[in-house]
C-alpha cells in the first residue's frame, strides 16, 4: 500500500471518529435536556408537557441505534486496533449509558403525571438541586469524552459523592414527611423513584468518565470511588423533626 493510500485511510478514519463523537455529544445534551424538561414539568405540574418529554426519549433511543450501526461499520470498514479500537468500543459503551440517562429522565417525567394530581408538596424542590447536579455531571462527562480529557472524567468521576450525599438527605428528608403525614405517603413515593432515577443518572455518568479515562490511558480506572448513598444501609436512618 502506498504512502498516499495509508494517508487517506488515516484522515478518513480520523473524520469518522470525530462525527461518531459530535454524534455522542448531542445525543448526551438531548438526554440532559430530557431531564431538565422532566423537572420543568414537575414545577409547571403540566401532563401534557410530561408526555411530550415521555415521548421524545424515543429521538435518544434512535440515536443510540444509528450510533451503534456506525460503529459496526467503522469496525468493518477499517479494521481499527489498539487506540483506534479503544476508541470504537469506548463510543459504543457511552451511547448505552446516554441512552439509559434518557431512559431515567423519561421516567421522572412519567412519574410526575401522578404526582402533578396530588395536592402540591413542599420537598419536590430538592428534586432541582438533584437534577443540577446530575446534568452538571453529564455536560462535564460529555466535555472530558470530546476532548479526551482523563483528568476532567476523572474529576466527574470523583464528584459523583456529592449527588450521592444530596440523593441521600432527600430520601431521609421524604421519609420524615411519611411518618408524620401519612397521606402524602403515595406522592412522596413517587418522589423518591424520582430521586432514584437521577441518583442512577449520576452513575451513569461515573461509568462514562471511566470510558473516557480509559480510552485515553489505555487501563482501567483503579481505586474506590467514594460512594455516599446511603439509602441501602443496614443503620437504622435518624429522622429528624420536618423542617417548616
Known sequence: MSGS?????????????????????????????????????????????????????????????????????????????????????????IAADIERIGDYAANVAKRSIPLSMAAPLTPTGGLAYLAKLAAEEVREVLRAYRDRDAERAYKVWQDDVELDEAYTGYFRELLTYMMEDPRVITPCTHLLFMAKNIERIGDHATNIAENVWFQVKGEPLTGQRDKRDLTSSPEPVKLGNRPE
Open 5 to 93: 493510500s495509508k494517508e487517506h485511510i488515516i484522515k478518513s478514519y480520523d473524520d469518522e471518529l470525530i462525527r461518531l463523537t459530535g454524534e455522542l455529544v448531542r445525543m448526551g445534551e438531548l438526554a440532559v435536556s430530557q431531564l431538565e424538561a422532566a423537572i420543568d414539568v414537575v414545577d409547571r405540574r403540566d401532563e401534557r408537557a410530561a408526555q411530550h418529554v415521555v415521548h421524545n426519549d424515543d429521538a435518544i433511543d434512535q440515536l443510540e441505534q444509528e450510533i451503534s450501526h456506525d460503529v459496526v461499520r467503522l469496525l468493518a470498514l477499517r479494521a481499527p486496533i489498539a487506540g483506534d479500537l479503544r476508541n470504537v468500543f469506548a463510543a459504543l459503551r
